[in-house]
């Protein structure tokens, strides 16, 4: 039974050259995970984005900023570039990826209300779990965002408390 435990306990590195079972396993991730530059653009992320923040569900959003990709009612609204809007100095998404970014802070399970657009261009409150850090790749500093929609389980909670 010890030699099952052990060989079931690998790590990732056995994996570092199979880019197809890295995509199929983040595309199976529930939660929604961001690679962002320095402009907080993304540069790569999975399919969560589409099935959490639908706003943008049929466009390409490579290269496009994280309110902008996510359908930040603020950025919608008031018909500005992400990091432009009068909420932007406070988001705390946008605060915590510059955080993680310029002084490599890892930011753990922090928790937002924030209203985001969905695919029917309604606006909707969302109950996000969020967590960021910096790291280091081919000479180039990017961000790893990884979000989690607990809407339904703030809601749930609430009615029970």
């Not at 790590?11 to 530059?37: G, P, Q, R, T």
């Not at 970014?101 to 399970?109: A, C, F, K, Q, V």
Request: charged content about 20%; hydrophobic content about 35%.
């Amino acid at each position: 039974m010890q030699t099952h435990r052990t060989m079931a306990n690998h790590s990732f590195e056995m994996l570092a050259n199979s880019k197809d079972f890295l995509s199929i396993v983040l595309n199976n991730i529930n939660s929604c995970v961001l690679l962002l530059d320095r402009h907080l653009q993304l540069q790569a992320f999975n399919n969560a984005i589409r099935t959490i923040f639908p706003h943008n569900s049929t466009e390409d959003i490579h290269y496009m900023r994280c309110g902008e990709a996510i359908g930040c009612a603020y950025q919608i609204e008031e018909a500005k570039d992400c990091g432009k809007t009068s909420k932007c100095s406070t988001c705390e998404l946008r605060l915590a990826g510059m955080e993680s970014y310029l002084n490599n802070t890892e930011i753990l399970r922090e928790h937002i209300v924030r209203p985001f657009f969905n695919q029917n261009k309604e606006r909707e409150m969302k109950t996000l779990q969020f967590s960021t850090r910096g790291f280091h790749f081919q000479h180039e500093r990017y961000i790893i965002m990884i979000i989690e929609d607990i809407s339904a389980f703030q809601k749930n909670s609430t009615v029970t408390a």
